[in-house]
């Protein structure tokens, strides 16, 4: 009788521990209502916000002014010698991916598009198509993840997804609209010269070069001078 | 009876790790488990047929299983992979946090995993993680949204599984393109699962309260099919239609002009990728490359649909 109770309290043992799944609670994946659609992985323990205000001055601008390429020069060598400037001076962080350039210049303003919410300051000089000018984004919206691609040390796999990595972009993309684009007020017109740092990544089968600036400033006089 | 339980006990404890040693130690086979959600959506099936033949290729036998968005049945389908002494596992997974204990139980047992499209909610324990740039490609497919809306109207957003991170990061990729624009306005946003027949349902009730929209954004292809058709039985194939994927069905529809443009993974790419770095693993103990991988997606419209052909662009 002893022995069957045992025998039972054993098989209840095991019963409890098969029948258990032991879940790991690591508050990483903790879903978040989001307009009456709840996702995992919104993870709060990472301030995209604050990470973006920590490295800009520093990391972001500091960067781009050591390794910036005239933006008419580097032209040039995508016309000549694409292969080749790419190499040099392209920055992609996967085999796949498309190049992305950092570059300045002074360039006369051509025109200041305002037709769309991604507004566009159309520049004084051709893109690699040899029909369309080259553009900078003056936003409200600021398209694609040009700056985040431009900068090596932000790197996939330093992050636990997909949505922190696009964070950043993101809150790069609002740095700039916020910071950096209202100085394009209605004083800048065509002629004037604009004095400009930022990238551009040159997709696939495209010869569109729009840059998305991380600094933009009028220079003193004009194109004429 | 304390002591009969501690024996008992001892005894399975002492049994589990023989056995786990056991298995450790063994030659490993020539096999590559190929695990992916249901082939009843092209993208997986393709996933799982080129990730076969690549395998196939390079010499290894394959075992392709699915486990249709079931962790239950994916565990149960790792634990085969590891009682056969699989040489690697190639998988698209059942859940970034449901799938974390089943690749570690599998490195455990020696048997290393290579997910592909969706990704897991750790690193560290795969040896890839080749995913598709879903933020990238939810931009361009955003972008053209806009575009195609002439910047205002009313839409429909159809949101994919929740517990997946592509579902996420696509939806956060559109309304980040989106919601800078003041004349584009939100009437509903329901999740449909990936799953056409239940976007048809879901479209036609959105429908009934909201006759005048102008556009839909879908988390997939399958959806946007299920939209499509909703809206072509209601007679409103003119709302304008954009899905994520680039599947072979919304390339038709795209031609026959219904669905106006979707956003290509690159499906196949990715599988061949992961079954090369697993070939590389097993032979050498390293793949090179960062454990998670990007891939960028390509947006395709009527420009350039004609050249698609089962996830890949000719």
Known sequence: MKLLRNAFLILMISA?????TFVKHDGSSTSKNDDGVSFYFEDESFDAVEYVHGIWDDQVVGTFKEEARELEALLNGLRTDPEKTKEAYGIRKEELSPYTFIVSGRIPIK????????????????????????TIQIGPVIKKSMVRDALEFIKFDDF??????ANISREINFYIRDNIVPSVDDSWKPGMVVDFLGAFTLFDGSEEVMITPVQLELCSGDANE | MGKKLVVFVLVALLSFALFAQGQKEAVKSNLIVIITPSHDNPFFKTEALVAEETAKSLGYE??????????????QHFDTAIASNAAAIICDNAGADATIGAVRKAKEAGVPSFLIDREINETGLAVSQIVSNNYQGALLGGEKFVELMGESGKYVELVGKESDTNAGIRSKGYHEIID???????????SANWSQTEAFEKMESILQANPDIKGVISGNDTMAMGAMAALNAAGMGDVIVVGFDGSNDVRDSILAGDIKATVLQTA?????????QADKYIKTGSTGLPEKQLTDCILIDESNAAKLDNFMLK
């Open chain 2, 62 to 75: 394959t075992l392709v299983l699915s486990h249709d968005d079931d962790a239950n049945k994916q565990d």
């Open chain 1, 16 to 20: 409890v521990f098969v029948s258990c």
């Open chain 1, 160 to 165: 636990n997804n997909q949505i922190e990595f």
């Open chain 2, 180 to 190: 800078q624009y003041p004349g584009l306005e939100m009437v509903a946003r329901q």
């Open chain 2, 268 to 276: 196949a790419i990715n599988a061949i990728m992961a079954v090369e």
């Open chain 1, 111 to 134: 025109e200041v598009n305002r037709e769309s919410s991604a507004g566009l300051l159309v520049l004084d000089i051709l893109d690699l198509s040899e029909e369309s000018n080259c």
